[in-house]
């Protein structure tokens, strides 16, 4: 099982209890494998970024007999309806800034036909192929067009090859969302760093709907609500779904866990610091992982005894 996170304490708590360690540097990065729950890991940090989440998988694959996935971190909530300390673990994962940039909010049509892309190796998402489809922002004067369209992104695998296919949602594994879906983690409202400070809502695990992953750090809440609105998206990134673009281009299965952080543009300050300050942010998120990887240890039978 391949283990990555994006967020370094929290790997920290899941290499405390890996046992029979080793570690392996690789283009400046440690690889720790080793024991975790009745499963043979390797766990690396990705760092920040669509970039390195995807040259930080790649090299796990290259180098490691990685048969399964996993990814676990912090993401800002779109869903207004999700509160911080949540831990979500959508079904599918998407890049919805992977877009056409147009000039205004009519349909691009840079082929001749309204919404065709292929001379340009593209392809208009689904969700934003009508007129006024893009972002708009709103002012006192009524919504103005960004002419931001989403599009879907080309992939190439063994079994699609030679001509690949365009994808706007990368589905998580079945088998190991059906585990996830067995995991009762008793999450925390306070953190073991400083346990007078807590957040104010018991937090939950939150399963199915679209996380999505941006190369920007998405403090806006105009957007936030578009996003919701548009592909209802239920947190937001900026690694998860470059891993499973990656993930998917190998033909290996893959799950993700995020813990939320804030509701992404909102202004929740108080539950932010304490969420991180108390160190809650890195305890339930683990919380997730260690029972997932125990649960899929029992299912599987200790397959890789």
Aim: glycine residues 10%.
């Amino acid at each position: 099982m391949g283990i990555l996170s994006a967020f370094g304490e929290e790997a920290d708590i899941l290499l405390a209890q890996t046992t029979n360690k080793y570690q392996y540097k690789i283009n400046g990065n440690i690889f720790t494998t080793g024991k975790l729950r009745g499963n043979n890991v390797v766990i690396v940090l990705t760092g920040v970024s669509v970039e390195n989440a995807s040259m930080v998988t790649q090299l796990m694959i290259d180098h490691f007999n990685t048969h399964h996935l996993l990814l676990s971190g912090i993401a800002g909530g779109v869903n207004p309806d999700y509160n911080v300390g949540d831990v979500v673990i959508p079904k599918k994962w998407a890049l919805p800034l992977e877009v056409y940039w147009n000039r205004d909010s009519k349909i691009p049509t840079p082929c001749g036909t309204p919404g065709d892309l292929l001379c340009l190796g593209l392809k208009l998402s689904t969700f934003t192929s009508t007129p006024n489809s893009d972002y708009q922002v709103p002012t006192r004067n009524g919504s103005v067009g960004t002419g931001l369209f989403m599009r879907d992104t080309f992939v190439r695998n063994n079994s699609n090859f030679p001509n690949g296919e365009y994808k706007f949602d990368y589905e998580v594994d079945a088998e190991m969302l059906a585990v996830a879906k067995t995991i009762r983690p008793q999450l925390d409202k306070c953190g073991p760093k400083q346990s007078n400070v807590c957040i104010s809502t018991q937090p939950l695990v939150r399963i199915g709907g679209r996380g999505i992953t941006a190369p920007a750090f998405l403090a806006n809440p105009d957007y936030r609500n578009y996003v919701f609105k548009t592909i209802k998206a239920v947190s937001v990134d900026m690694e998860t779904t470059a891993f499973a673009h990656v993930a998917y281009a190998n033909e290996i299965p893959f799950i993700a866990f995020r813990s939320l952080s804030d509701l992404a543009g909102g202004d929740d300050s108080v539950e932010v610091g304490a969420f991180f300050g108390s160190g809650l942010a890195e305890s339930n998120e683990a919380k997730v992982t260690l029972g997932f990887l125990e649960a899929w240890s029992k299912k599987r039978g200790n397959v890789d005894e």
